[in-house]
């Protein structure tokens, strides 16, 4: 069955410290995938995506993620957190048609 | 403010009465998706519009559950006979076209007791 795994569901970390949020996906064909971010009291929005080309994808807020195809996996990382980027991450694959499979998300805490 | 709106933002009902839960979507986005999504869980596909046509539904949606989209507008889910497992929170997204970015609602949390 396709699905989505996040094995990081809460990580405490302190500012500056690096940030990598693990992402593995099971889905044998063309993949398009994201990271999503709720930030506390907010909506869901999209923080990366990638659909076609150079693995590395940068997003917003100096986040980046990296899609190795031999690991089916989409890690999201930052070299330097801040408390603002306390929040909560979930990963999401398309998986053709209509449907996205998410990810049971990661909290993270960044303390001051 | 044009993102999605959602309509209420919290509901509280008794187990076995009805409920309907609107959605607004980004008006020139004609792609619409409502998931469920509990606590410690990923939003749940639970069905998808394109334009007024429900193209995708869920197996996990039971038939109490129906939504519709007329004129490819705003969307409602109604849940029928509502039970306590049915307490969650109801998100709604809309994007122009798939696969893309989904721009997501503030969600409709519903408390069955």
């Known amino acids: 069955a396709q699905s989505v795994s996040q094995h990081n569901h809460h990580v405490i970390l302190s500012e500056a410290a690096s940030l990598e949020l693990g992402c593995n996906y099971s889905?044998?064909?063309?993949?398009?995938l994201f990271w999503y971010v709720q930030y506390p009291g907010q909506h869901l929005q999209l923080l990366l995506k990638?659909?076609?080309?150079?693995?590395l994808v940068k997003g917003i807020k100096g986040f980046e993620a990296e899609f190795i195809k031999s690991k089916f996996s989409f890690n999201l990382r930052k070299p330097s957190v801040q408390w603002s980027d306390t929040a909560e991450y979930f990963c999401?694959?398309?998986?053709?048609?209509?449907?996205?499979?998410f990810g049971t998300g990661t909290r993270l805490k960044v303390l001051a | 403010d044009t993102g999605v709106s959602q309509d209420p933002r919290h509901k509280i009902t008794k187990r076995g009465q009805n409920v309907t839960f609107r959605c607004d979507p980004i008006s020139e986005h004609n792609r619409l998706y409502w998931y469920r999504q509990t606590l410690g869980q990923g939003p749940e596909f639970l069905t998808y519009?394109?334009?007024?046509?429900?193209?995708?539904k869920s197996r996990l949606l039971s038939d109490r559950f129906s939504a519709e989209r007329p004129k490819g507008s705003f969307s409602t889910l109604e849940i029928q006979r509502t039970e306590q497992g049915d307490s969650a929170m109801y998100l709604c997204?809309?994007?122009?076209?798939?696969?893309?970015?989904?721009?997501f609602g503030p969600g409709t949390r519903l408390t069955v007791l």
């Open positions: 999401a694959v398309w998986v053709g048609t209509y449907k996205y499979i």
């Open positions: 519009f394109q334009n007024e046509a429900q193209l995708e």
């Open positions: 889905y044998g064909g063309t993949v398009n």
């Open positions: 997204a809309s994007s122009p076209r798939a696969p893309d970015t989904q721009y």
């Open positions: 990638y659909f076609s080309g150079d693995p």
